[in-house]
């Protein structure tokens, strides 16, 4: 089991190896895949910097509520340009840090339902960073 501080610094990660693909997709923003079709598959990187930014809060708010603190509101934020992506991925993962550092081992094996069922805030930390490093190598791809 990763320890809540191994959590979070594979996040700080995942938002690094986000904020370079931004950079590299500067060209490509609203480009879709090539022989994409319909779905997340078939995302220009803007979609995707959206839909990844915005899980930043979702899930910070989910670790507070599991942890017994309210819920966090989602802030708008911008995604228009590479440029606008990266400064809202730095403002609302700003936001969601300031919630899960107070994470401790204890709180890891506490549970939260979520859409998609109910998750560990342990489950949500390491979904968290995956879902981010895995988004990024979809925004490269549109960029090959």
Known sequence: MASPKELRQAIIEARADLQAAF??????WNTK????????????????????????V????????????PKVDMPEY???????????LTRLGAIAD???RHVSDG????THQLRMGEMSVEQMLALVASHGKGHAEQIR???K
């Open 23 to 28: 950079h590299d997709a500067h060209e490509a």
């Open 33 to 56: 895949p090539a022989g994409a079709q319909e779905g997340e598959d078939a995302w220009p990187p803007a979609e995707v910097a959206k839909h990844v930014i915005g899980t930043e």
């Open 58 to 69: 979702f899930f910070a708010s989910a670790v507070s509520q599991a942890c017994g603190a």
């Open 78 to 88: 911008d995604t228009s340009t590479p440029a606008a992506a990266a400064a809202s």
């Open 98 to 100: 300031n919630i899960l």
């Open 107 to 110: 709180d890891l094996p506490k």
């Open 141 to 143: 791809a549109v960029v």
